[in-house]
DNA sequence: CCTACTTTGTGCATCGGTTCACAAAGGGAT
DNA sequence: ATCCCTTTGTGAACCGATGCACAAAGTAGG
């Protein structure tokens, strides 16, 4: 028995704030479609969990469910909302136009969830200047002064390998602490900054892991030394 | 089809098996650089770990480190290798030649990891025989002659939400088990099918939380109820 | 040989996360 | 109000992953 009146429980588990976005998407879609009320079975389902860890999940938020009935759909994609800091407005930096920046810079999913691309960057005098995704691509140089005049509080790297951890350090320079990483490089930052990274070519691998046991099963037990 | 006791005899954690990647990054960076050999230490710094969840990671592949001296470098990178399977050649399709589609066709990471986009389809005639990365894109209805004629094992969707369970339901029609979906929906497949998600928008909802924690602290308590 | 030193490989305690299973809580009908 | 049905919220068992700490195994030098 807790006490959801003294603000919420600080300590929400890793595992289910990572999981809380797939259940706004969900509610995202129930809601489009008119949905009201929906049940832990059928909310867990539709994002691809088992419906006692969705409970779980939800139970560290509070208790915003009703016996017997289910959840409230908009009610609950209010709190899930508010509880990951999406009723704010985030604005997030890209550095690096290559392919994967100008994906990432026109990429939907980020402007429909309270993200919006404040700034783009990029070192190459050949790209600084084009209009992307209806944004100006600004010079590298730029970077410390349009982060702090545009309020930029999360940063994308996309940049070749070589240059993120330096355009990392100048961005926690000017003090930004969240950073989302696809450079294929361990970055070093003080604990105060959270990265996540993703690393494309990582999943890949971890698929042909799983692919090749498929494939070679008990074949493959006999390895060629 | 497998049976699940059998393959937990030769069974490497899927912790393990998701770092393994990581190791096999830095380890090709110190064999560019010309190391020969490295110790646990260095390299668990390198891989951004802990050194002795390395050597138990590493200690699932075999005994395959000298005590008081540390890794080949080049040994254990062939090691690793085998045990992904990247010693064999994939062949990758992606479906969807968005924005995003474009920047994974051109993503130099896939071919220096053993993996080889064989194809490219798109369900738009506009884009259909454009080349992108040297590779014509074909039409969608292409689809299952294609991967037959030219092998494809790993499938990537980069479609639009709306497509992608179509898509998906044929490709493991055609025998496709491994799929890599950028789609922002929960797929159903047969659970012989492995499938991992990357959901961009995703990994910035998790620094959103961990952001409004920081920013906020005890201020942010002061909520609208 | 023996001694000193380094680094691996692993047993074990621990921790976080998942799943089960059920009491508690609500709605609806009579 | 009372009974029945549904579904939440959670205690507790379970399971896999982590990290400590050290014995085992190797090198180097006398």
């Known amino acids: 028995m807790k006490s959801p009146s003294q603000s919420r429980d600080r300590g929400i588990p890793e595992a289910t704030v990572a999981r809380l976005p797939l ?29 006692a860890k969705l409970r779980k999940d939800l139970s560290h938020l509070g208790s915003y469910g009703t016996r017997g009935v289910g959840y409230e759909v908009e009610y609950l994609v209010y709190q899930i909302s508010r509880e990951l800091g999406l009723t704010q407005d985030w604005a997030v930096a890209i550095v690096g136009v290559g392919n994967l920046g100008r994906a990432l810079a026109n990429y ?33 140089d730029e970077l410390e002064a349009v982060i702090r005049r545009r309020g930029v509080s999360i940063v994308v790297l996309a940049t070749p390998a070589a240059a993120a951890q330096e355009v990392c350090d100048r961005v926690v320079a000017v003090g930004v602490t969240s950073i989302l990483n696809f450079a294929p490089v361990v970055l070093t930052v003080p604990d105060t900054v959270d990265v ?5 070519s990582i999943e890949l691998q971890i698929l042909a892991f799983h692919e090749q046991r498929k494939a070679g099963g008990p074949l493959m037990a006999v390895d060629g030394q």
Do not use: Q, W
């Not at 929906?38 to 909310?43: F, G, K, N, P």
């Not at 999913?109 to 790209?127: K, N």
């Not at 996540?196 to 494309?200: A, N």
């Open 196 to 200: 996540r990274k993703v690393d494309l």
């Open 108 to 140: 939907g999913g980020f402007v429909s969830r309270g993200f919006r691309v404040a700034a783009l960057f990029d070192a190459d005098p050949e790209v600084v200047g084009d209009t992307i995704a209806g944004l100006n691509v600004e010079h590298i």
């Open 23 to 51: 259940y706004l998407r969900a509610l995202h879609g129930m809601a489009e479609r008119g949905v009201a009320t929906v049940s832990s079975e059928d909310l867990a389902v539709a994002a691809g969990v088992n419906s």
